[in-house]
């Protein structure tokens, strides 16, 4: 069964300290992964997709194949960072894209 | 993005009633989707179509059905809400061009079933 797992419900971190989120997936075949990201009384928003090898706001993700993880990662945190972050794997087919549960990022001053 | 809404934005309603949450798109996509997001649980597939003759169901479509009118427009119907119902409720569309099915979202509806 198609699954992605986000470990931590919520994370919290000080201003200018590196932040990893994580993510996990179990598929067959070989998945294209997102990020999607939910800011306060914003909707929610692609922030990266892995097959772009981009960096947005700072924010990279590596595919992981041998571990099936898709971690998102920033080496110093903004405060404007803090929100809803959620990994989503589409499979292969494009049939439908899986949301993880989430995490919240919540960085302090 | 003003190019997904969603009506209504806040809905209350009472168990057993019948409620109908719209979305429309101006983003000439073909594919539109109906999530519900729970506190814990992330957001959770209910119902997508393809294309105007497409529908299908996703992880949690009992007690929901939908209706696509036209490429544009997008209904989600509970035929009898139930508590269990209340939520977030986010319609999508995306485009398997291009931009290789990234999802755009609408602001939601949130839905609270007495």
């Known amino acids: 069964a198609q699954r992605v797992t986000q470990p931590e419900k919520l994370l919290s971190v000080f201003k200018g300290a590196p932040v990893e989120l994580k993510c996990n997936y179990s598929y067959s075949g070989s998945p294209e992964l997102f990020w999607y990201v939910q800011y306060s009384r914003q909707r929610l928003q692609l922030l990266l997709r892995h097959i772009s090898r981009e960096s947005i706001k700072g924010f990279t993700a590596d595919l992981n194949k041998g571990e099936t993880s898709f971690h998102l990662k920033k080496p110093f945190a903004q405060e404007e960072d803090s929100a809803m972050y959620y990994c989503?794997?589409?499979?292969?087919?494009?049939?439908?894209?899986?949301f993880g549960a989430g995490t919240r990022l919540f960085v302090k001053a | 993005d003003a190019d997904v809404t969603q009506t209504p934005r806040n809905r209350i309603t009472k168990t057993g009633k019948r409620i109908m949450l719209e979305c429309s798109q101006t983003?000439?996509?073909?594919?539109m989707y109906w999530y519900r997001q729970d506190p814990g649980l992330g957001l959770r597939l209910i119902y997508y179509s393809f294309d105007v003759k497409d529908i299908n169901k996703g992880e949690i479509s009992d007690g929901y059905s939908v209706s696509r009118q036209a490429q544009a427009k997008f209904s989600l119907s509970l035929e009898s809400a139930i508590p269990n119902q209340t939520a977030l409720y986010f319609c999508?569309?995306?485009?398997?061009?291009?931009?290789?099915?990234?999802?755009?979202f609408g602001p939601g509806t949130r839905l609270t079933v007495l």
């Open positions: 983003k000439g996509h073909d594919r």
């Open positions: 999508a569309t995306s485009d398997e061009t291009g931009g290789k099915d990234t999802q755009y």
């Open positions: 989503a794997p589409l499979h292969s087919g494009g049939f439908k894209t899986i």
